[in-house]
T-cell receptor
């Protein structure tokens, strides 16, 4: 089945120790997103790739970086995690073709704990 | 600013009907989505409305009134597995997705 796969599902790190989360997709979607979601809050968009074009949200801290080496993979790097970065990180994909519904397909998420 | 309002939490009984409301104020409008999110899991797509009216999909229906900036999600014949958060999402004039904080729906036997 075509899908969005995130690894790891659970990540525990120490304060300040870098973390990399990965996302792969077999849907051949041209857009990939990284969202941060804290308990009982809406997902917050960190950045997205439209094909190879990187789009950073204005309020995304510099501590968060991303790489998309090819259309199937995307990585989220947290350079120096703080306690406030503990959250669920959601990768999503969509196929945007002109106007119309931009339906997102989400991976299962990576839950980050910072000690 | 852009804003989406939906109730924080609702409770309903198994087998009953529940309506979850959403009002929005955004920079333009290019469609409204409803997503379901079970605790600890990722959101899954439920419905999309871009024109006024009711869209029915099995036990779930979604309604949109663009002039009122209003939508609702109607769930019929509630099952215990419908216990989840329901997120209202609006796509604005720049095709950006504006997310509501979600409504936690608790189903009681």
């Amino acid at each position: 089945d075509a899908m969005v796969i995130q690894n790891p599902r659970y990540q525990v790190t120490q304060f300040g120790k870098p973390v990399t989360l990965s996302c792969s997709q077999t849907l051949n979607h041209n857009v990939m997103y990284w969202y941060q979601q804290k308990s009982s809050q809406a997902p917050k968009l960190l950045f997205h790739y439209y094909d190879k074009d990187f789009n950073n949200e204005a309020d995304t801290p510099d501590n968060f970086q991303s790489r998309r080496p090819n259309t199937s993979f995307c990585f989220l790097d947290i350079r120096s995690p703080g306690l406030g970065d503990a959250a669920m990180y959601l990768c999503a994909t969509s196929r945007i073709q002109g106007s119309g519904a931009n339906v997102l397909t989400f991976g299962a998420g990576s839950r980050l704990t910072v000690l | 600013g852009q804003n989406i309002d939906q109730p924080t939490e609702m409770t309903a009984t198994e087998g009953a009907i529940v309506q979850i409301n959403c009002t929005y104020q955004t920079s333009g409008f290019n469609g409204l989505f409803w997503y379901q999110q079970h605790a600890g899991e990722a959101p899954t797509f439920l419905s999309y409305n871009v024109l006024d009216g009711l869209e029915e999909k099995g036990r779930f229906s979604s309604f949109l009134s663009r002039s009122k900036g209003y939508s609702y999600l109607l769930l019929k014949e509630l099952q215990m597995k419908d216990s989840a958060s329901y997120l209202c999402v609006v796509m604005d004039s720049n095709y950006q997705l504006i997310w509501g904080a979600g409504t936690k729906l608790i189903i009681k036997p």
